[in-house]
């Protein structure tokens, strides 16, 4: 070594930060066996706040794609909110426990409700606004249902179905330059591959395949948490995906009265993770402003 | 496993330190150098994997975020090389604490192998080191990474937008002073130091040709040091194309059997 070995500061404590947040590594779960961080504001507000929790998107540890989920919790700290990312059993950090033979969407459940239980001992509030995105969105919305802790969902990128707005506006992609480049690359590349590039795209879909609820039970199920009084925020982008007009979730759910209570943001032009940064700092600005606005003053 | 932060007060670093299973006297202790920002996300779950394989052989190990990348503290205009080579050589020192350990083996991949070669040469002493790809040229890094940007915008029908993007580079912000930082990477010219050389190297190759070229001069150098090197040529991953998101994980379980094996091969030595 070209310096002699010294006692580094370690620590599972705040730091004494500069910036406006205070993080700090927390182990959550029955058994201490999920890992995760706490980020609170640098000065507590004087009335304890819901805390917003988010957790992996897909096999991404907690800190989401392009670090999403660190920007978040540390602009919710900006506006006063704590908030906890962590991993689900046996993804990022988290250990996985031995003999746990559950589904893994009834563990991942298990597990939101598990730190759900340890809020006040943590921040001194009972009550979560909880984060999906993507495949998360299941187990937000399930753990919603279950928990009337919960008091707010935001789900990114959620459940979409076709409707009837859908298929008239299906003909539009036909005149976007971006996807006739892609076509043509794609064209020249199946030209140039053999066909192994096939059996990988049929293994990735079996990979993440997930179970979708119907419309009619996802419209009877968002009814139930509306009228529990908790607070929903949808975010959809156009990209690659089959939702293209802001309220088409209102028509897949067949009921225009959720409107008064699910809130939409619409990105025609971003993807699906939110690769340009511009857009994930819009969507970013949606959920602090949706948070500050709608649980500010409880 | 155990997570924590450690470090300066307002620039602390994030680590996970796994325990050996079972403590071996005299065993080295591993510090598992991540890739830049870029390449972060992919490397991950393959980085929590190598340290579950290391902890089963008797390797404590330590795996570290760079300023302003996972959850240690900063923001991505804080990931400049030498803020990346500077953490290193703090989580080298974190890593000896906690195991006891003696002896040091770098394990670096892709810009974090670069990082790992460069704390070497500038006199961390390390028994070994293991370059994952290692990037041996900044500019040449940066063109990969942009041609990959490229595509990526192809694919996510960001086409049309691609030529209006400035300093955003795969999803994240690249400031001007971070990508000078990057481009002044040269792996050949920091040889020049010499300041240190491990006893033992190990390269890992994916199929790049310029880097694997670097990679004689590389293995001359540190064996006219004494060092002995070897090197494994891993099965090409499909090249620009692949990783395309920075959302994929990264799965190679030939590169974590070849890295252990080789860290346990000094075993009795």
Known sequence: ?298 | MRTFHFGEFGRRLYGAYTDPVEGRRGAPAVLLCYPGVHEYNTAHWAFRRLAASLSRAGYASLRFDYPGTGDSDGSVEDTTFASMVASLQTAARELLDLSGARKLWLVGLRLGATAAAVATLEGLEVRGLVLWDAVTSGESYLAELEERDRLRDLLFLHWAEHATKSQELLGYTLPHSVRRSISAVNLGKSLEQRAGAPKQVLFLREGREGDAAKDVELSRFWSEQGAEVSRHDLPFGGGVDRQISGNEVLLSSEAIAVIVETIGGERGR
């Open chain 1, 1 to 298: 070594m070209s310096e002699p070995i010294r006692s580094a500061e370690r620590s599972e404590q705040p730091a004494r930060e500069r910036s406006s947040y205070r993080e700090r590594v927390v182990r959550l779960g029955s058994a201490k066996e999920l890992a995760g961080i706490l980020c609170e504001p640098a000065l507590s507000p004087s009335l304890p706040r819901p805390v917003v929790v988010m957790w992996n998107v897909g096999l991404n540890h907690h800190v989401g794609p392009y670090r999403t989920f660190v920007d978040l919790s540390r602009k919710l700290a900006e506006v006063g909110f704590c908030s906890v990312r962590f991993d689900l059993s046996g993804l990022g950090d988290s250990e996985f426990a031995a003999g746990d033979a559950r589904a893994d969407s009834e563990r991942s459940v298990a597990d939101v409700r598990a730190v759900l239980e340890q809020l006040p001992e943590l921040t001194g509030s009972a009550r979560a606004v909880l984060v999906g995105f993507c495949s998360s969105v299941d187990s937000a919305h399930a753990a919603a249902l279950q928990d009337p802790k919960v008091v707010g969902i935001i789900n990114i990128e959620g459940y979409s179905f076709p409707t009837l707005g859908f298929r008239l506006r299906y003909p539009l992609r036909f005149v976007s330059v971006s996807r006739w480049v892609r076509w043509a690359y794609h064209r020249r590349q199946r030209r140039l591959q053999s066909g192994s590039a096939h059996l990988a795209d049929d293994g990735e879909q079996a990979v993440y395949q997930r179970e979708y609820p119907t419309p009619g039970r996802l419209a009877s199920e968002y009814r139930r948490l509306v009228e529990r009084g908790v607070r929903i925020l949808c975010l959809y982008v156009r990209g690659d995906s089959n939702y293209v007009y802001k309220d088409q979730l209102f028509d897949f759910l067949g009921d225009r009265s959720l409107a008064s209570h699910i809130e939409v943001e619409y990105f025609p032009d971003a993807d699906h993770i939110f690769t340009f940064t511009k857009h994930r700092d819009r969507a970013l600005s949606c959920i602090v402003n949706f948070v500050r606005e709608r649980f500010s003053a409880e």
